[in-house]
Structure formats: structure tokens, C-alpha cells
């Protein structure tokens, strides 16, 4: 363990035990004997070493006097509590410590000879700026909280990397300028807490080396792995799917900390509770890894006689099943199919925990271990600290997975009937499942053999004279417009050319009078557009040229009133029609499951699809294709007679 100093700070440390001398002094003064003699003897022996009062800059005097040291602090590292408390003296901030209690130094000896331990997370950055904090609390009077939790991270003997969080007492340090310090503001307090990130900036206010850091601080540490894993699994598993390809590792390490096994491996498999069976993770395509139930297979039926009647239980109670010797698990009657399965991957105890919401399971969460009793129904209730996390997560990548589903169906098909969503659903899950596995997949074309089509149709009598006459009216009103402003055109230039779109426009109006032609329509607004628009456009713009552009629709450009006028009746009427239909549609789903669409024209069409392949689940019979048929006629006449 090395013990480097960050390499710049505004503190010129000192370690000085004068805080602890003076409360010796007064103790050797007072009135109880045996006190006063100790405080005396003690007080002698530290007399050689001026040092320690002034303050200590060569750390081998420490290294070289530990016996006296550990003397000097005994009031404060009572030898009853060694073995318990993980405790010793360091300057804040910095990895360099002394004066361990027996625990810490069994913790430390433990780690290893190339354990260096330093702070979780702490760079010199951060470090600097929490110097200045303390300077600007105790001697500026100010209450700045930037501190966040601090951590070391220490592997246990068999490799468990433990976390442990550092309190800091600070009772015997104190904080004095030097010559160097820059006077401090308001103004600049109020600037540097603005800019936390400016290093530069703090280190003008507060120069390297322009404070006295004298004394000594005391490190005490608690175990807290459990906790911090619980925040690192919390944290890991908010991160998006993309990711989490990239945790399994680091997944595994946390459970590894929660139980403090070195040997223990996590696996996971999701309940598809539409087709009843589980599957492997989709952030997990390697088959030797991800789920120790599912090795070799994709998915199972949860009804496989592979489970045996111990994990029966786990899916009908939705209790965890602990296993702490696996060879006797799988000389029980029922039990020896997953019992062999399992010690084929060297699992000799395991835990299988389910996921469960709303009294639904969502997925399996599996601990195993090589090691026989390393898990069992003891250790198994840690789970109850991490399943909450673990169910959002599930429900999450559940909630991603049929998003995508979806849009696989979306973009490679269109929106799609709930009576064959079921194929579609199918051929996109084989894609997304493939897909994931970086190989290529063709989409088949979706076919539905034998079905019987049917057609019905209710047309507004009437509806396409009435939209002509309406066209018509909206054409001859423009036209009529149009010839009323050439007619009122005072230019005296181009006067042949207002004289022949005038007579041109009075002969299309002419031709109006005459049955209406399918291309009539169009001439007439090509005509409009590319000959008398130009025109009126680049004369001088009056009351009148503004009226008519007004008049004009905003999104065809055409002139649109009587047409606007039918075609909003007849929408109306079409959504009254499609109400009814839709209404009585859901209806007839209860026959047979069958394909349904509907169109709006002058009416309302629909096309309905019945047959055996649209409903595979269900046995089909002629009687249903003779139901719909008369459904069609009674929800036809029923549409009739709405309007």
C-alpha cells in the first residue's frame, strides 16, 4: 500500500498530536491519582519528540515511534473495542493512514500485499475543492455540504470485493493561514459556489500550500457492501438495454458482494405468460451463459416434466426454492431431471427466486454455486432486499421488448387486425430473436389458406349527382368571379391578353351548362392555375384579386364551398354509419374470431375474412361462416335505418 499525497493542495499538513499533549497536560494536574501519574508518565516519554507537538513532517518518525503512538492514542482506540471497531488515524482525504485497530489491520492484511487503498471515486479535482470546504466552513462560517459519501473498496481473502464507508472526526485538527492566504469575500464565495467545476478559480482564492492543516483526524470505517451493491445494482440495472450487454460481469460481482461468495454465478430467464413458457433474456445470446435452467434451449414450457414437482411448487406458490445440496435434491422422486441438469453445470447449491407483480410471474432470477450449502433458505431472504428492483427492471425490458415487437410490425407490415395479429406477432418475434444474434433473417410473406371472404356495402343514394352539382356550383362561382375581375381591369396595357383569357374563361363557363365530363374538373383548375393565377398575380393587387385569393382554400388552393358544404354532411353520415358498424363488429368477433376492415367512400364497405387459419386455436365449423352472413344483412339494415 503506497502513501501518496494528491500532489497539490491548499493545505501544508503537519500531523501534530498538540491537541491530545494539552488534554494530557490537564489531566496531570487534576486531582485523581492514578490519572495524573499516567498522564505524567506518558507526557515524559513524548518529551524527546518535540514533533509532536509542533508538528510532524518526516512520516518516518511515525513509522519509527508506532509503540508510542499507539500509547499516546490509547484513550482514543480503547484495546476492548480492537477487534471490533475498524478504525485508525489519517490526515482527511488522503491515503495515509496509521494506528490501525486489530480489525482494520486483519481487513487490510487480507487484501493483499498490492492493495493500495485508496478512495472510491476521488480525484484531485474533487480533492481540492473539498479542502477549500473545509476552510470555508470552519473558518469562514459558512455550512457547504459537497461532500458525498466515501468509500474504500477492499477485497475480502477469498476475493469479495467489500465496501466500506468512511466517517472522518475531525475534533483534533485544526485549520490557520499562512502568509500566502488571499483574502475571501462574500462576493468570492458567492463565485466559487458557482462555479464548481473551475478548478483555476478556487485555486487563486485558495493558493497550494496557503493554509496550515495541523493535527490529526480519525478514519472510522463500517461495512457497508451490502448496502452500496444494492445502490451499484439499482444503478446498473436503470441503465438502458444496450448496456446491460455489457454487465453480466459486473451484475455477477454485485450478488457476489450481497451474499459475500466468491463462487457465486447469476442467471436469469422471463416468463412469456402469452404462450406460457420461459425464455432467456434477450441481452444474453450466449447459450453457455445466462441462465443455468435454460443452457442448452432457448425456451421451455413451463409444463415440461423437466422441472419435477419441487419447481411445480415454486410456479403455484411463487416462493423462492432453495437447494443447499443438489445430489440429495435430485434423489427425490420427481426432482431428478433438473437435479441432473444442474450438476452437469457443477451446481451443487442454488437458489431459484420468482419475480412476481400483481401475483403474476414475470421471470426467474437464479443463483447457483459449485459448492454444496453455499446457498440455501437462510442466505435466500437477502433476495427480498433486491427482487422490488429487479421487478421494474423485468417489467421494463418486458415493455422494451414488445415495443419493439411492435414496430418490427409496423414498419415491415401495417396496422394490423387484432384477429391475425397473433402470425404477425409471430414473424417479428423470430426476427427480434434472430436479430439480436446479429444474423440475418428473411421475412416471410403472411398467408392465410381457406378462408372464405365476404363483402358487404351501404351507399348514399344519390351521392355522386349531388357531388358533381356540387362541383359545378364551386366551378362556376370561380369563373364567374374570375370574368367579373378581367371585366373591371383598368390597365391599358396587355389589353389583348385580358381579352383573350376573358373570352376563354367565359367559354369554359359555357361548357359548364353541358354534362359534367370526368376531366372537366381537372382542365378547368389547370387552366385556372397555370394561366389566369400568373396573371392576376403580377397585375397591381386590388379589393377585389385579394377577396378572391381569400376565398380560396388553404391546403388545395381550389375553390371550395357547396363541395366543402356536402362533403362535411357526408362525412358525418360516414361516421355515424362506421359507429354503428364498429359498434356491432365487436359483436360478431364472439362468432368465430375473423379478419375485419372497412372503407369510407359514399358509404361505408367492409370485408370480413373467416376461416380455420385466421384461428388456429379454435375449431371451426360452416355454422360460423352462415352466422356472419346474416349478421352482415341485419347489421346493414340496421345501419339503414339510422339515417
Request: glycine share 4%.
Amino acid at each position: 500500500m503506497t502513501h501518496q499525497f494528491f500532489t497539490e493542495s491548499p493545505f501544508k499538513t503537519m500531523i501534530s498530536f498538540h491537541k491530545l499533549i494539552e488534554a494530557l497536560e490537564e489531566i496531570s494536574i487534576s486531582d485523581v491519582d492514578y490519572r495524573a501519574n499516567y498522564a505524567k508518565a506518558l507526557l515524559k516519554e513524548i518529551e524527546p519528540f518535540p514533533e509532536f507537538r509542533t508538528g510532524i513532517e518526516d512520516l518516518n518518525l511515525i513509522n519509527d515511534n508506532e509503540t508510542l503512538i499507539k500509547n499516546l492514542l490509547a484513550d482514543l482506540f480503547p484495546t476492548a473495542l480492537t477487534n471490533n471497531e475498524i478504525k485508525a488515524v489519517t490526515i482527511p482525504f488522503q491515503n495515509f493512514t496509521f494506528n490501525y485497530t486489530e480489525r482494520f489491520k486483519k481487513i487490510v492484511q487480507q487484501a493483499g500485499i498490492a492493495f493500495d487503498m485508496s478512495i472510491r471515486n476521488l480525484d484531485e479535482h474533487q480533492f481540492y475543492i473539498m479542502s477549500c470546504t473545509l476552510i470555508l466552513n470552519q473558518f469562514y462560517g459558512q455550512n457547504i455540504d459537497y461532500n458525498n459519501p466515501l468509500f474504500y473498496d477492499i477485497p475480502s481473502e477469498n476475493g469479495v470485493m467489500n465496501q466500506y464507508r468512511i466517517l472522518y472526526n475531525a475534533d483534533f485538527l485544526e485549520i490557520q493561514p499562512t502568509d500566502n492566504v488571499n483574502p475571501i469575500s462574500q462576493d468570492d464565495i458567492d463565485l466559487l459556489m458557482d462555479n464548481c467545476d473551475n478548478i483555476a478559480l478556487w485555486k487563486e482564492k485558495f493558493p497550494v500550500n496557503s493554509w496550515t492543516l495541523k493535527g490529526f483526524g480519525i478514519a472510522v470505517l463500517f461495512d457497508a457492501t451490502t448496502e452500496s451493491a444494492i445502490s451499484n445494482l439499482k444503478s446498473n440495472l436503470l441503465k438502458p438495454e444496450i448496456e446491460l450487454i455489457t454487465l453480466q460481469d459486473n451484475f455477477e460481482s454485485i450478488f457476489r458482494s450481497i451474499f459475500k461468495n466468491p463462487n457465486l454465478k447469476v442467471g436469469m430467464i422471463i416468463y412469456d405468460e402469452e404462450q406460457d413458457k420461459f425464455v432467456k433474456t434477450t441481452y444474453n445470446n450466449d447459450e453457455s451463459s445466462g441462465s443455468f435452467i435454460l443452457s442448452a434451449d432457448g425456451e421451455i414450457n413451463c409444463n415440461n416434466e423437466f422441472f419435477g414437482c419441487s419447481f411445480e411448487k415454486l410456479l403455484k406458490d411463487k416462493k423462492p426454492l432453495s437447494i443447499a445440496n443438489v445430489e440429495n435434491f435430485a434423489l427425490v422422486p420427481g426432482n431428478e431431471k433438473l437435479g441432473q441438469h444442474l450438476l452437469k453445470q457443477n451446481i451443487r447449491s442454488c437458489i431459484f427466486c420468482p419475480i412476481v407483480k400483481n401475483d403474476v410471474i414475470l421471470g426467474i432470477i437464479e443463483l447457483v454455486s459449485p459448492n454444496k450449502r453455499e446457498l440455501n433458505s437462510l442466505n435466500a431472504r437477502k433476495l427480498d432486499l433486491i427482487i422490488p428492483y429487479l421487478i421494474d427492471t423485468t417489467e421494463r425490458h418486458n415493455l422494451d421488448k414488445q415495443n419493439q415487437i411492435e414496430a418490427i410490425i409496423q414498419r415491415e407490415y401495417t396496422a394490423i387486425h387484432p384477429s391475425v395479429y397473433w402470425k404477425f406477432r409471430q414473424e417479428a418475434l423470430k426476427f427480434f430473436e434472430t436479430n439480436r444474434q446479429n444474423k440475418g433473417y428473411i421475412f416471410k410473406e403472411i398467408v392465410f389458406k381457406e378462408v372464405f371472404p365476404l363483402y358487404g356495402q351501404i351507399d348514399i343514394k344519390g351521392s355522386s349527382e349531388h357531388r358533381n352539382k356540387t362541383v359545378k356550383e364551386d366551378l362556376k362561382k370561380q369563373l364567374s368571379t374570375l370574368i367579373e375581375i378581367f371585366e373591371n381591369h383598368e390597365s391599358d396595357t396587355n389589353i389583348l391578353l385580358l381579352e383573350q383569357r376573358r373570352f376563354e374563361l367565359k367559354s369554359l363557363l359555357d361548357q359548364l351548362n353541358l354534362p359534367l365530363k370526368a376531366d372537366t374538373e381537372q382542365q378547368i383548375q389547370l387552366y385556372i392555375q397555370n394561366e389566369i393565377h400568373p396573371v392576376l398575380k403580377n397585375a397591381e393587387n386590388g379589393a377585389a384579386e385579394k377577396s378572391y385569393f381569400d376565398s380560396l382554400d388553404e391546403k388545395s388552393g381550389l375553390y371550395y364551398h357547396a363541395r366543402k358544404q356536402f362533403d362535411n354532411a357526408l362525412s358525418i353520415i360516414n361516421k355515424k354509419l362506421a359507429g354503428v358498424l364498429d359498434e356491432k363488429q365487436t359483436e360478431a368477433q364472439n362468432i368465430f374470431p375473423h379478419y375485419y376492415e372497412r372503407f369510407k367512400t359514399d358509404g361505408i364497405e367492409h370485408n370480413l375474412y373467416i376461416g380455420s387459419s385466421i384461428a388456429p386455436m379454435k375449431a371451426f365449423d360452416i355454422m360460423y361462416l352462415h352466422n356472419l352472413r346474416l349478421w352482415q344483412l341485419q347489421t346493414l339494415c340496421e345501419m339503414e335505418m339510422e339515417l
